[in-house]
Protein backbone atom coordinates (compact mmCIF):
# COMPACT_ATOMS: atom_id res chain seq x y z
CA UNK A 1 0.00 0.00 0.00
CA UNK A 2 1.17 3.75 -0.71
CA UNK A 3 0.51 6.41 1.72
CA UNK A 4 0.00 9.05 -0.73
CA UNK A 5 -0.70 7.47 -4.56
CA UNK A 6 -2.46 10.31 -6.26
CA UNK A 7 -2.37 8.73 -9.44
CA UNK A 8 -2.95 5.24 -8.90
CA UNK A 9 -0.47 2.50 -9.73
CA UNK A 10 -0.23 0.10 -12.12
CA UNK A 11 0.39 -3.53 -11.32
CA UNK A 12 4.20 -4.49 -11.77
CA UNK A 13 4.95 -4.88 -15.60
CA UNK A 14 7.25 -7.60 -15.42
CA UNK A 15 9.52 -6.53 -19.08
CA UNK A 16 12.84 -6.07 -20.47
CA UNK A 17 15.00 -2.64 -20.33
CA UNK A 18 16.38 -1.25 -23.17
CA UNK A 19 19.46 0.03 -21.93
CA UNK A 20 21.69 -0.85 -19.07
CA UNK A 21 25.09 0.36 -17.76
CA UNK A 22 24.68 -1.43 -14.66
CA UNK A 23 28.46 -2.68 -13.40
CA UNK A 24 26.57 -6.25 -13.12
CA UNK A 25 25.58 -6.56 -16.34
CA UNK A 26 27.38 -6.30 -19.26
CA UNK A 27 27.00 -2.54 -21.38
CA UNK A 28 23.92 -2.76 -23.27
CA UNK A 29 22.83 -5.88 -22.13
CA UNK A 30 19.08 -6.77 -20.13
CA UNK A 31 19.36 -7.98 -16.99
CA UNK A 32 17.99 -11.36 -16.65
CA UNK A 33 14.29 -10.95 -15.13
CA UNK A 34 13.14 -12.60 -12.01
CA UNK A 35 17.23 -12.93 -10.35
CA UNK A 36 17.15 -12.28 -6.64
CA UNK A 37 18.27 -9.01 -5.52
CA UNK A 38 17.98 -7.06 -2.29
CA UNK A 39 16.07 -4.11 -2.77
CA UNK A 40 19.06 -1.30 -1.72
CA UNK A 41 20.62 -3.14 -5.18
CA UNK A 42 17.29 -2.97 -7.08
CA UNK A 43 17.41 0.86 -6.28
CA UNK A 44 20.62 1.53 -7.76
CA UNK A 45 19.88 -0.42 -10.47
CA UNK A 46 16.17 1.29 -11.39
CA UNK A 47 18.28 4.74 -11.37
CA UNK A 48 20.90 3.30 -13.46
CA UNK A 49 18.20 1.81 -16.09
CA UNK A 50 16.66 5.07 -15.98
CA UNK A 51 20.04 6.61 -17.16
CA UNK A 52 21.04 8.63 -14.24
CA UNK A 53 25.02 9.42 -14.23
CA UNK A 54 24.92 11.61 -10.73
CA UNK A 55 23.59 11.83 -7.52
CA UNK A 56 23.72 14.35 -5.22
CA UNK A 57 23.62 13.29 -1.42
CA UNK A 58 24.80 12.33 2.04
CA UNK A 59 24.13 9.07 3.61
CA UNK A 60 22.72 8.05 7.33
CA UNK A 61 21.27 5.01 9.11
CA UNK A 62 18.32 4.61 7.35
CA UNK A 63 19.47 5.30 3.85
CA UNK A 64 23.39 3.34 4.55
CA UNK A 65 21.46 -0.11 2.71
CA UNK A 66 20.93 1.72 -0.60
CA UNK A 67 24.70 3.25 -0.52
CA UNK A 68 26.48 0.60 0.16
CA UNK A 69 25.85 -0.60 -3.87
CA UNK A 70 26.74 2.85 -4.75
CA UNK A 71 30.21 1.30 -4.39
CA UNK A 72 29.56 -1.35 -7.37
CA UNK A 73 28.15 1.22 -9.84
CA UNK A 74 28.55 3.40 -12.29
CA UNK A 75 26.88 6.40 -11.01
CA UNK A 76 29.10 8.98 -9.58
CA UNK A 77 27.90 10.32 -6.18
CA UNK A 78 28.18 13.81 -5.06
CA UNK A 79 28.87 13.78 -1.25
CA UNK A 80 27.12 17.17 -0.27
CA UNK A 81 28.10 18.93 3.15
CA UNK A 82 24.18 19.84 3.56
CA UNK A 83 21.35 18.54 2.10
CA UNK A 84 19.57 21.66 0.98
CA UNK A 85 22.63 21.66 -1.56
CA UNK A 86 22.00 18.57 -2.63
CA UNK A 87 18.88 19.45 -3.44
CA UNK A 88 19.62 22.60 -5.34
CA UNK A 89 22.37 20.87 -7.03
CA UNK A 90 20.05 18.32 -8.66
CA UNK A 91 17.57 21.55 -9.77
CA UNK A 92 20.94 23.31 -11.12
CA UNK A 93 21.77 20.06 -13.26
CA UNK A 94 17.85 19.84 -14.48
CA UNK A 95 17.63 23.65 -15.36
CA UNK A 96 20.75 23.38 -17.27
CA UNK A 97 20.16 19.70 -19.12
CA UNK A 98 17.20 19.34 -19.46
CA UNK A 99 17.26 15.82 -17.74
CA UNK A 100 16.13 14.99 -13.81
CA UNK A 101 18.17 15.76 -11.35
CA UNK A 102 18.82 12.83 -8.80
CA UNK A 103 19.44 13.79 -4.88
CA UNK A 104 19.44 11.11 -2.38
CA UNK A 105 19.24 11.39 1.79
CA UNK A 106 18.52 9.49 4.52
CA UNK A 107 14.96 10.11 6.77
CA UNK A 108 14.72 12.55 9.22
CA UNK A 109 16.78 15.50 9.46
CA UNK A 110 17.97 14.97 6.04
CA UNK A 111 14.45 14.52 4.44
CA UNK A 112 13.06 17.75 6.24
CA UNK A 113 16.36 19.85 4.93
CA UNK A 114 15.66 19.20 1.43
CA UNK A 115 12.13 20.10 1.91
CA UNK A 116 13.29 23.42 0.42
CA UNK A 117 14.72 22.58 -2.89
CA UNK A 118 11.52 20.60 -3.22
CA UNK A 119 9.30 23.30 -2.43
CA UNK A 120 11.43 25.39 -4.99
CA UNK A 121 11.73 22.86 -7.98
CA UNK A 122 7.72 22.66 -7.20
CA UNK A 123 7.29 26.22 -7.71
CA UNK A 124 9.28 26.39 -10.74
CA UNK A 125 8.46 23.24 -12.52
CA UNK A 126 11.77 21.58 -12.18
CA UNK A 127 11.89 18.05 -13.18
CA UNK A 128 13.51 16.12 -9.90
CA UNK A 129 13.78 13.21 -8.36
CA UNK A 130 14.84 13.18 -4.54
CA UNK A 131 14.95 9.47 -2.92
CA UNK A 132 14.85 9.60 0.91
CA UNK A 133 15.86 6.92 3.95
CA UNK A 134 13.12 6.03 6.08
CA UNK A 135 12.68 4.13 9.07
CA UNK A 136 11.75 0.08 8.84
CA UNK A 137 8.17 0.19 7.87
CA UNK A 138 7.10 -1.79 10.85
CA UNK A 139 8.76 1.51 13.12
CA UNK A 140 6.79 4.60 11.26
CA UNK A 141 4.31 6.36 12.94
CA UNK A 142 6.44 5.10 16.60
CA UNK A 143 8.40 7.75 17.13
CA UNK A 144 11.34 5.95 16.03
CA UNK A 145 15.09 7.58 15.64
CA UNK A 146 14.98 9.66 13.26
CA UNK A 147 11.51 9.15 11.93
CA UNK A 148 9.56 11.90 9.89
CA UNK A 149 6.56 11.61 8.43
CA UNK A 150 8.41 12.60 5.20
CA UNK A 151 5.51 11.79 2.68
CA UNK A 152 3.09 14.09 4.63
CA UNK A 153 5.31 16.85 5.20
CA UNK A 154 6.41 17.16 1.47
CA UNK A 155 2.83 16.27 0.09
CA UNK A 156 2.16 19.59 -0.80
CA UNK A 157 5.39 20.44 -2.60
CA UNK A 158 5.91 17.77 -4.58
CA UNK A 159 4.71 16.67 -7.75
CA UNK A 160 4.04 13.40 -6.34
CA UNK A 161 5.82 11.56 -3.67
CA UNK A 162 5.74 7.44 -2.87
CA UNK A 163 6.20 5.63 0.11
CA UNK A 164 7.50 1.98 -0.48
CA UNK A 165 6.25 -0.82 1.07
CA UNK A 166 7.16 -3.94 -0.72
CA UNK A 167 10.80 -4.36 -2.02
CA UNK A 168 8.95 -6.10 -5.65
CA UNK A 169 7.37 -2.85 -6.10
CA UNK A 170 11.46 -0.66 -6.05
CA UNK A 171 11.98 -0.95 -9.83
CA UNK A 172 8.13 0.11 -10.59
CA UNK A 173 8.37 2.84 -8.58
CA UNK A 174 11.56 4.43 -9.70
CA UNK A 175 10.42 4.27 -13.21
CA UNK A 176 6.65 6.13 -12.06
CA UNK A 177 8.68 8.42 -10.46
CA UNK A 178 11.25 9.62 -13.34
CA UNK A 179 8.10 9.44 -15.75
CA UNK A 180 6.22 11.90 -13.63
CA UNK A 181 9.03 14.33 -12.66
CA UNK A 182 9.50 14.38 -16.24
CA UNK A 183 6.38 14.67 -18.35
CA UNK A 184 3.41 17.05 -18.30
CA UNK A 185 4.08 19.90 -16.03
CA UNK A 186 7.69 18.74 -14.99
CA UNK A 187 8.05 19.14 -11.15
CA UNK A 188 10.05 17.25 -7.93
CA UNK A 189 8.70 13.59 -7.22
CA UNK A 190 9.71 11.83 -3.78
CA UNK A 191 10.26 8.33 -2.93
CA UNK A 192 10.40 7.39 0.71
CA UNK A 193 11.97 3.73 1.22
CA UNK A 194 12.18 2.44 4.59
CA UNK A 195 15.40 0.79 5.49
CA UNK A 196 13.99 -3.04 5.94
CA UNK A 197 13.19 -3.37 2.91
CA UNK A 198 16.60 -2.08 1.07
CA UNK A 199 18.09 -4.17 3.74
CA UNK A 200 20.21 -7.39 2.46
CA UNK A 201 20.27 -8.85 5.93
CA UNK A 202 16.36 -8.68 6.30
CA UNK A 203 13.79 -10.91 4.27
CA UNK A 204 11.19 -8.10 3.49
CA UNK A 205 14.33 -6.89 1.31
CA UNK A 206 14.27 -9.53 -1.10
CA UNK A 207 12.86 -9.18 -4.77
CA UNK A 208 12.76 -10.62 -8.37
CA UNK A 209 14.46 -8.31 -10.89
CA UNK A 210 12.68 -6.07 -13.46
CA UNK A 211 11.76 -3.72 -15.72
CA UNK A 212 8.51 -2.27 -16.56
CA UNK A 213 9.27 -1.33 -20.04
CA UNK A 214 5.66 1.00 -19.95
CA UNK A 215 4.58 2.84 -17.51
CA UNK A 216 0.78 3.11 -16.89
CA UNK A 217 -0.92 5.46 -14.59
CA UNK A 218 -4.20 5.62 -14.72
CA UNK A 219 -4.98 8.88 -12.97
CA UNK A 220 -2.24 10.64 -14.64
CA UNK A 221 -2.39 11.47 -18.56
CA UNK A 222 -0.68 15.00 -19.17
CA UNK A 223 -2.41 16.48 -22.34
CA UNK A 224 0.13 17.57 -25.04
CA UNK A 225 -1.58 18.38 -28.03
CA UNK A 226 -3.75 21.42 -28.12
CA UNK A 227 -7.24 21.55 -29.31
CA UNK A 228 -7.63 22.12 -33.00
CA UNK A 229 -10.06 24.41 -32.71
CA UNK A 230 -9.11 26.41 -29.71
CA UNK A 231 -5.40 26.97 -32.08
CA UNK A 232 -7.35 28.45 -34.67
CA UNK A 233 -8.90 30.81 -32.73
CA UNK A 234 -5.85 32.04 -31.34
CA UNK A 235 -3.95 31.95 -34.84
CA UNK A 236 -7.45 34.14 -35.97
CA UNK A 237 -6.47 36.44 -32.75
CA UNK A 238 -3.23 36.95 -33.67
CA UNK A 239 -4.02 37.72 -37.08
CA UNK A 240 -6.29 40.73 -35.84
CA UNK A 241 -4.02 42.38 -33.45
CA UNK A 242 -2.67 45.61 -33.73
CA UNK A 243 -0.75 45.79 -30.56
CA UNK A 244 0.38 42.24 -30.00
CA UNK A 245 3.14 40.93 -27.26
CA UNK A 246 4.15 37.28 -26.92
CA UNK A 247 4.98 36.67 -22.99
CA UNK A 248 7.00 33.90 -22.89
CA UNK A 249 7.26 31.95 -19.50
CA UNK A 250 9.54 29.43 -18.27
CA UNK A 251 7.26 26.62 -19.49
CA UNK A 252 9.00 27.42 -22.77
CA UNK A 253 12.35 26.21 -22.11
CA UNK A 254 10.56 22.90 -19.94
CA UNK A 255 8.79 22.33 -23.17
CA UNK A 256 12.02 22.73 -25.30
CA UNK A 257 9.73 25.62 -27.23
CA UNK A 258 12.87 27.84 -27.99
CA UNK A 259 13.52 27.33 -31.32
CA UNK A 260 9.76 26.98 -32.24
CA UNK A 261 9.18 30.41 -30.49
CA UNK A 262 11.74 32.04 -32.35
CA UNK A 263 10.00 31.21 -35.65
CA UNK A 264 6.27 32.09 -34.50
CA UNK A 265 8.13 35.67 -33.26
CA UNK A 266 9.97 36.25 -36.61
CA UNK A 267 6.85 34.91 -38.64
CA UNK A 268 4.68 37.16 -37.12
CA UNK A 269 6.56 40.14 -36.20
CA UNK A 270 5.94 40.04 -32.77
CA UNK A 271 7.59 40.87 -30.06
CA UNK A 272 8.34 38.97 -26.82
CA UNK A 273 8.93 39.24 -23.35
CA UNK A 274 11.30 36.58 -21.35
CA UNK A 275 10.20 36.37 -17.67
CA UNK A 276 12.22 35.80 -15.27
CA UNK A 277 11.90 32.16 -15.72
CA UNK A 278 12.21 32.49 -19.21
CA UNK A 279 15.17 34.38 -19.36
CA UNK A 280 17.61 32.60 -22.72
CA UNK A 281 14.42 30.96 -23.87
CA UNK A 282 14.23 34.11 -26.51
CA UNK A 283 17.86 35.62 -27.93
CA UNK A 284 18.35 38.97 -26.02
CA UNK A 285 20.11 40.19 -28.95
CA UNK A 286 16.89 39.79 -31.72
CA UNK A 287 15.32 42.64 -32.44
CA UNK A 288 12.00 41.53 -31.63
CA UNK A 289 13.22 41.15 -27.33
CA UNK A 290 12.21 43.17 -24.98
CA UNK A 291 13.60 41.47 -22.24
CA UNK A 292 12.35 41.03 -18.53
CA UNK A 293 8.79 42.47 -17.78
CA UNK A 294 7.36 42.48 -14.02
CA UNK A 295 8.29 43.97 -11.18
CA UNK A 296 12.17 44.84 -11.60
CA UNK A 297 11.50 44.80 -15.56
CA UNK A 298 12.67 46.95 -18.11
CA UNK A 299 10.43 49.90 -19.15
CA UNK A 300 9.48 48.56 -22.35
CA UNK A 301 8.33 45.38 -21.57
CA UNK A 302 6.20 45.95 -18.91
CA UNK A 303 4.66 48.94 -20.76
CA UNK A 304 4.54 47.36 -24.13
CA UNK A 305 2.29 44.72 -22.00
CA UNK A 306 0.20 47.23 -20.23
CA UNK A 307 -1.13 49.00 -23.87
CA UNK A 308 -1.33 45.88 -25.57
CA UNK A 309 -4.33 44.45 -26.95
CA UNK A 310 -3.16 41.12 -27.38
CA UNK A 311 -0.83 39.03 -25.04
CA UNK A 312 -0.23 35.32 -26.17
CA UNK A 313 1.04 33.84 -23.16
CA UNK A 314 3.18 30.38 -23.51
CA UNK A 315 3.77 28.82 -20.56
CA UNK A 316 4.06 31.58 -18.49
CA UNK A 317 1.47 32.10 -15.09
CA UNK A 318 0.69 35.20 -14.57
CA UNK A 319 2.67 35.41 -12.10
CA UNK A 320 1.87 38.48 -9.52
CA UNK A 321 5.44 39.57 -10.10
CA UNK A 322 5.09 39.89 -13.38
CA UNK A 323 0.83 41.61 -13.59
CA UNK A 324 1.08 43.77 -10.21
CA UNK A 325 -2.25 44.88 -9.24
CA UNK A 326 -3.79 41.99 -11.73
CA UNK A 327 -7.19 43.99 -11.95
CA UNK A 328 -5.26 46.76 -13.67
CA UNK A 329 -2.37 44.61 -15.71
CA UNK A 330 -3.08 44.78 -19.39
CA UNK A 331 -6.27 46.70 -19.11
CA UNK A 332 -7.31 46.12 -22.99
CA UNK A 333 -5.59 43.05 -23.80
CA UNK A 334 -7.25 40.06 -25.33
CA UNK A 335 -5.49 36.99 -23.43
CA UNK A 336 -4.53 34.03 -25.63
CA UNK A 337 -2.71 31.61 -22.71
CA UNK A 338 -1.15 28.23 -23.59
CA UNK A 339 -0.27 25.70 -20.30
CA UNK A 340 0.82 22.09 -20.21
CA UNK A 341 -1.14 22.21 -16.88
CA UNK A 342 -4.52 23.13 -17.39
CA UNK A 343 -4.98 24.34 -13.79
CA UNK A 344 -3.33 27.38 -14.84
CA UNK A 345 -5.62 28.38 -17.14
CA UNK A 346 -7.65 31.30 -16.08
CA UNK A 347 -6.16 30.60 -12.23
CA UNK A 348 -5.46 34.37 -12.48
CA UNK A 349 -6.50 36.06 -15.22
CA UNK A 350 -9.33 34.88 -17.98
CA UNK A 351 -8.15 33.81 -20.92
CA UNK A 352 -9.97 34.10 -24.30
CA UNK A 353 -8.41 31.35 -25.39
CA UNK A 354 -7.35 29.15 -23.49
CA UNK A 355 -5.25 25.86 -24.51
CA UNK A 356 -4.30 23.27 -22.55
CA UNK A 357 -0.83 21.64 -23.84
CA UNK A 358 2.73 21.04 -24.28
CA UNK A 359 4.18 24.81 -25.82
CA UNK A 360 6.20 23.53 -28.12
CA UNK A 361 3.32 21.35 -30.25
CA UNK A 362 1.28 24.34 -29.66
CA UNK A 363 3.39 26.94 -31.16
CA UNK A 364 4.07 24.37 -34.14
CA UNK A 365 0.18 24.07 -34.64
CA UNK A 366 -0.20 27.80 -34.53
CA UNK A 367 2.04 28.60 -36.64
CA UNK A 368 0.68 26.05 -39.23
CA UNK A 369 -2.66 27.54 -38.43
CA UNK A 370 -1.38 31.33 -39.08
CA UNK A 371 -0.64 29.58 -42.57
CA UNK A 372 -3.77 28.31 -43.57
CA UNK A 373 -5.99 31.41 -42.42
CA UNK A 374 -3.60 33.56 -45.11
CA UNK A 375 -0.20 33.93 -43.82
CA UNK A 376 1.29 36.56 -42.01
CA UNK A 377 0.34 39.12 -44.71
CA UNK A 378 -3.07 38.94 -43.36
CA UNK A 379 -2.06 41.21 -40.27
CA UNK A 380 -2.63 44.44 -39.91
CA UNK A 381 0.03 47.37 -40.50
CA UNK A 382 1.64 47.47 -37.23
CA UNK A 383 4.62 49.79 -37.92
CA UNK A 384 3.32 52.21 -35.39
CA UNK A 385 3.44 49.82 -32.63
CA UNK A 386 6.92 49.00 -33.51
CA UNK A 387 7.60 52.74 -33.97
CA UNK A 388 6.19 53.21 -30.22
CA UNK A 389 8.32 50.53 -28.87
CA UNK A 390 11.50 51.32 -30.33
CA UNK A 391 10.66 55.29 -28.81
CA UNK A 392 10.19 53.31 -25.21
CA UNK A 393 13.66 51.72 -25.66
CA UNK A 394 15.20 54.65 -26.73
CA UNK A 395 14.15 57.09 -24.07
CA UNK A 396 14.00 54.12 -20.85
CA UNK A 397 17.02 51.95 -21.16
CA UNK A 398 18.56 50.59 -17.86
CA UNK A 399 20.65 53.18 -16.51
CA UNK A 400 22.58 53.48 -13.74
CA UNK A 401 25.22 56.04 -12.59
CA UNK A 402 28.67 54.80 -12.81
CA UNK A 403 30.87 55.42 -9.74
CA UNK A 404 33.17 58.60 -9.47
CA UNK A 405 37.10 57.59 -8.84
CA UNK A 406 37.18 56.88 -5.44
CA UNK A 407 33.71 56.06 -5.40
CA UNK A 408 32.26 52.36 -4.57
CA UNK A 409 31.51 49.89 -6.83
CA UNK A 410 28.36 49.99 -8.71
CA UNK A 411 27.13 46.37 -9.12
CA UNK A 412 25.87 46.95 -12.69
CA UNK A 413 29.46 47.82 -13.32
CA UNK A 414 30.60 44.43 -12.05
CA UNK A 415 27.63 42.75 -14.23
CA UNK A 416 28.67 44.53 -17.48
CA UNK A 417 32.03 43.70 -16.99
CA UNK A 418 30.91 39.85 -16.66
CA UNK A 419 28.91 39.78 -19.29
CA UNK A 420 31.07 41.31 -21.75
CA UNK A 421 33.98 38.75 -20.79
CA UNK A 422 32.61 35.42 -20.46
CA UNK A 423 31.55 33.36 -23.55
CA UNK A 424 28.10 33.92 -24.82
CA UNK A 425 27.25 29.89 -23.81
CA UNK A 426 28.18 30.84 -20.03
CA UNK A 427 26.13 29.64 -17.58
CA UNK A 428 25.06 31.52 -15.07
CA UNK A 429 22.97 31.03 -11.67
CA UNK A 430 21.82 33.63 -8.73
CA UNK A 431 20.82 33.98 -5.98
CA UNK A 432 17.81 35.85 -4.65
CA UNK A 433 17.81 39.68 -3.46
CA UNK A 434 19.04 42.85 -5.96
CA UNK A 435 21.66 40.69 -7.33
CA UNK A 436 19.11 38.46 -8.85
CA UNK A 437 17.46 41.23 -10.57
CA UNK A 438 20.48 43.05 -11.71
CA UNK A 439 21.58 39.76 -13.08
CA UNK A 440 18.60 39.10 -15.03
CA UNK A 441 18.21 42.64 -16.39
CA UNK A 442 21.88 43.21 -17.20
CA UNK A 443 22.95 39.53 -18.71
CA UNK A 444 22.30 39.46 -21.87
CA UNK A 445 20.92 35.66 -22.09
CA UNK A 446 21.28 33.96 -25.96
CA UNK A 447 20.92 30.31 -25.40
CA UNK A 448 18.48 29.00 -23.70
CA UNK A 449 19.23 26.79 -20.46
CA UNK A 450 22.09 29.12 -19.53
CA UNK A 451 20.39 30.88 -16.86
CA UNK A 452 19.81 28.67 -13.57
CA UNK A 453 17.20 30.54 -10.84
CA UNK A 454 14.88 30.68 -8.36
CA UNK A 455 12.12 32.48 -9.20
CA UNK A 456 9.33 30.83 -7.54
CA UNK A 457 10.13 30.43 -3.69
CA UNK A 458 12.88 32.66 -3.95
CA UNK A 459 15.55 31.02 -2.21
CA UNK A 460 18.33 32.50 -0.64
CA UNK A 461 21.01 30.19 -1.10
CA UNK A 462 20.39 28.75 -4.38
CA UNK A 463 23.20 29.71 -6.09
CA UNK A 464 26.16 28.14 -5.03
CA UNK A 465 24.53 24.70 -5.10
CA UNK A 466 22.43 25.17 -8.12
CA UNK A 467 25.99 26.18 -10.20
CA UNK A 468 27.60 23.13 -9.24
CA UNK A 469 24.53 20.71 -10.06
CA UNK A 470 24.73 23.31 -13.46
CA UNK A 471 28.71 22.62 -13.92
CA UNK A 472 28.08 18.69 -13.00
CA UNK A 473 25.04 18.30 -15.71
CA UNK A 474 27.51 20.63 -17.97
CA UNK A 475 31.35 20.44 -17.80
CA UNK A 476 32.20 21.54 -21.12
CA UNK A 477 30.28 25.39 -19.85
CA UNK A 478 31.83 28.37 -18.22
CA UNK A 479 29.63 28.14 -14.64
CA UNK A 480 29.24 31.45 -13.08
CA UNK A 481 27.22 31.94 -9.73
CA UNK A 482 26.37 35.32 -9.30
CA UNK A 483 25.70 35.71 -4.92
CA UNK A 484 24.73 38.48 -2.52
CA UNK A 485 26.80 38.59 0.56
CA UNK A 486 23.72 37.25 2.59
CA UNK A 487 22.63 34.12 0.12
CA UNK A 488 26.40 32.96 -0.06
CA UNK A 489 26.71 32.71 4.27
CA UNK A 490 23.31 30.25 3.87
CA UNK A 491 25.19 27.72 1.27
CA UNK A 492 28.63 28.44 0.78
CA UNK A 493 29.97 25.15 2.58
CA UNK A 494 28.95 23.42 -0.95
CA UNK A 495 32.31 25.09 -2.13
CA UNK A 496 34.05 22.39 -0.25
CA UNK A 497 32.19 19.71 -1.65
CA UNK A 498 33.28 21.76 -5.34
CA UNK A 499 36.22 21.69 -4.27
CA UNK A 500 36.91 18.41 -3.21
CA UNK A 501 35.05 16.98 -6.48
CA UNK A 502 37.17 19.34 -8.91
CA UNK A 503 33.81 21.01 -9.77
CA UNK A 504 35.15 24.66 -11.14
CA UNK A 505 32.47 26.53 -10.74
CA UNK A 506 33.37 30.52 -10.38
CA UNK A 507 31.17 32.67 -7.87
CA UNK A 508 31.20 36.66 -7.98
CA UNK A 509 30.03 37.76 -4.52
CA UNK A 510 28.10 41.43 -4.70
CA UNK A 511 29.14 42.03 -1.15
CA UNK A 512 26.73 45.39 -0.42
CA UNK A 513 27.16 44.52 3.12
CA UNK A 514 23.56 44.31 4.15
CA UNK A 515 21.01 42.06 3.01
CA UNK A 516 20.64 44.37 -0.08
CA UNK A 517 17.03 43.34 -1.29
CA UNK A 518 15.22 43.84 2.54
CA UNK A 519 17.45 47.17 2.29
CA UNK A 520 15.43 48.73 -0.60
CA UNK A 521 12.20 48.20 0.66
CA UNK A 522 13.17 49.40 3.99
CA UNK A 523 14.84 52.51 2.46
CA UNK A 524 11.74 53.00 0.13
CA UNK A 525 8.90 51.66 1.93
CA UNK A 526 9.76 52.10 5.57
CA UNK A 527 11.02 55.20 6.12
CA UNK A 528 14.55 54.39 5.76
CA UNK A 529 14.02 52.03 9.34
CA UNK A 530 16.43 49.46 8.55
CA UNK A 531 15.89 47.13 10.75
CA UNK A 532 18.03 44.01 11.31
CA UNK A 533 19.49 44.14 7.27
CA UNK A 534 23.22 45.24 8.29
CA UNK A 535 25.60 42.23 7.74
CA UNK A 536 29.31 43.69 7.64
CA UNK A 537 31.16 44.09 4.85
CA UNK A 538 34.22 42.54 6.49
CA UNK A 539 32.88 39.85 8.61
CA UNK A 540 33.17 36.97 7.12
CA UNK A 541 36.00 37.50 5.21
CA UNK A 542 35.55 36.21 2.01
CA UNK A 543 38.78 36.17 0.48
CA UNK A 544 39.81 33.66 3.35
CA UNK A 545 36.39 31.51 3.61
CA UNK A 546 37.22 31.11 -0.38
CA UNK A 547 40.94 29.85 0.48
CA UNK A 548 40.08 27.81 3.55
CA UNK A 549 37.08 25.51 1.59
CA UNK A 550 39.54 25.09 -1.17
CA UNK A 551 38.76 27.47 -3.67
CA UNK A 552 41.12 30.49 -5.14
CA UNK A 553 39.59 33.35 -3.29
CA UNK A 554 40.22 37.30 -4.40
CA UNK A 555 38.92 40.60 -3.47
CA UNK A 556 37.97 43.37 -5.57
CA UNK A 557 37.01 47.10 -4.83
CA UNK A 558 38.10 49.48 -7.48
CA UNK A 559 36.67 49.41 -11.19
CA UNK A 560 40.17 48.81 -12.64
CA UNK A 561 40.44 45.56 -10.43
CA UNK A 562 37.25 44.12 -11.94
CA UNK A 563 38.65 43.12 -15.56
CA UNK A 564 41.83 41.80 -14.10
CA UNK A 565 40.38 39.45 -11.53
CA UNK A 566 38.01 38.31 -13.97
CA UNK A 567 40.20 37.39 -16.57
CA UNK A 568 41.97 35.40 -13.97
CA UNK A 569 39.18 33.40 -13.03
CA UNK A 570 38.17 32.62 -16.30
CA UNK A 571 41.45 30.92 -17.01
CA UNK A 572 41.03 29.07 -13.67
CA UNK A 573 39.65 25.34 -14.27
CA UNK A 574 40.65 22.73 -11.65
CA UNK A 575 39.41 24.73 -8.67
CA UNK A 576 36.49 26.65 -7.96
CA UNK A 577 37.13 30.29 -8.05
CA UNK A 578 35.29 33.00 -5.70
CA UNK A 579 35.93 36.44 -5.84
CA UNK A 580 34.30 38.98 -3.13
CA UNK A 581 33.37 42.36 -4.98
CA UNK A 582 32.64 45.56 -2.38
CA UNK A 583 30.23 47.02 -4.28
CA UNK A 584 27.93 50.17 -2.97
CA UNK A 585 25.32 49.43 -0.72
CA UNK A 586 22.98 52.47 -1.45
CA UNK A 587 22.42 51.13 -5.06
CA UNK A 588 18.88 50.17 -5.65
CA UNK A 589 17.08 47.66 -8.44
CA UNK A 590 15.28 49.77 -10.42
CA UNK A 591 12.89 50.07 -12.44
CA UNK A 592 10.21 48.99 -10.04
CA UNK A 593 6.92 48.40 -9.96
CA UNK A 594 6.19 48.30 -5.76
CA UNK A 595 4.50 45.37 -4.63
CA UNK A 596 0.44 45.83 -5.22
CA UNK A 597 0.70 49.05 -7.73
CA UNK A 598 -0.68 48.38 -11.29
CA UNK A 599 2.55 48.16 -14.08
CA UNK A 600 1.50 51.94 -14.92
CA UNK A 601 2.98 52.81 -12.06
CA UNK A 602 6.40 51.60 -12.57
CA UNK A 603 8.87 54.24 -11.37
CA UNK A 604 12.33 53.93 -13.96
CA UNK A 605 15.38 55.22 -12.01
CA UNK A 606 15.11 58.26 -10.21
CA UNK A 607 18.86 58.78 -10.90
CA UNK A 608 18.31 59.05 -15.25
CA UNK A 609 16.45 62.11 -14.31
CA UNK A 610 13.14 60.98 -14.73
CA UNK A 611 12.08 61.56 -11.28
CA UNK A 612 9.98 58.12 -10.42
CA UNK A 613 6.88 57.56 -12.56
C1 LIG B 1 15.73 31.68 2.63
C2 LIG B 1 15.29 33.09 2.50
N1 LIG B 1 15.21 33.88 3.58
C3 LIG B 1 14.82 35.17 3.46
C4 LIG B 1 14.48 35.69 2.25
C5 LIG B 1 14.02 37.14 2.12
N2 LIG B 1 14.98 37.88 1.30
C6 LIG B 1 14.82 38.14 -0.02
S1 LIG B 1 16.07 38.96 -0.70
C7 LIG B 1 16.88 39.05 0.77
C8 LIG B 1 18.22 39.74 0.87
C9 LIG B 1 19.28 39.05 0.14
O1 LIG B 1 20.50 39.62 0.51
P1 LIG B 1 21.82 39.36 -0.27
O2 LIG B 1 22.01 37.89 -0.48
O3 LIG B 1 22.93 40.04 0.41
O4 LIG B 1 21.53 39.95 -1.70
P2 LIG B 1 21.30 41.47 -2.16
O5 LIG B 1 19.83 41.72 -2.12
O6 LIG B 1 22.06 42.35 -1.23
O7 LIG B 1 21.82 41.50 -3.55
C10 LIG B 1 16.15 38.44 1.78
C11 LIG B 1 16.56 38.35 3.19
C12 LIG B 1 14.56 34.82 1.14
N3 LIG B 1 14.23 35.20 -0.09
N4 LIG B 1 14.99 33.54 1.28
Excluded at 46 to 70: H, K, R
Excluded at 159 to 185: M, V, Y
Aim: proline share 8%.
Amino acid sequence: MQFSDRYGSAPSAIARPTTDRSSEGTEMTTPSSGRRMDGGRALIKALEMEGVETIFGLPGGAILPVYDPIIDSPIRHILVRHEQGAGHMAEGFAHATGRPGVAMVTSGPAATNIVTPLCDAYMDSVPIVVITGQVPYAAIGTDAFQECDTTGITMPVTKHNFLISDAQDIPRIIREAFHIATTGRPGPVLVDVPKDIVDPKNPRSAMDWYWPEEVDLPGYRPVTAGDPEAIRRAAELILAAERPVIYAGGGILKARAAEVLRELAELTGIHVVTTLMARGAFPDDHPLALGMPGMHGNYTAVTSMQRSDLLIALGSRFDDRVTGKVPAFAPEAKIIHVDIDPAELGKVRRPDVGIAGDARLVIEALIEAIGELGGPSRQPDRRAWGEQIREWQQRYPLTYQPSEPGEALKPQFVLETLRDNTPDDCIVASGVGQHQMWTSQYWKFNHPYTWVNSGGLGTMGFAVPAAIGAKVGRPDRMVWAVDGDGCFQMTAQELVTAASERIPVKVAILNNAYLGMVRQWQEMFYEERYSEVYLSPDLPDYKMWAEAMGCIGMRVESPEEVLPAIEKANEIDDRPVVIEFRTDSREKVYPMVPAGLSNDEIIVDPAHGEGGH
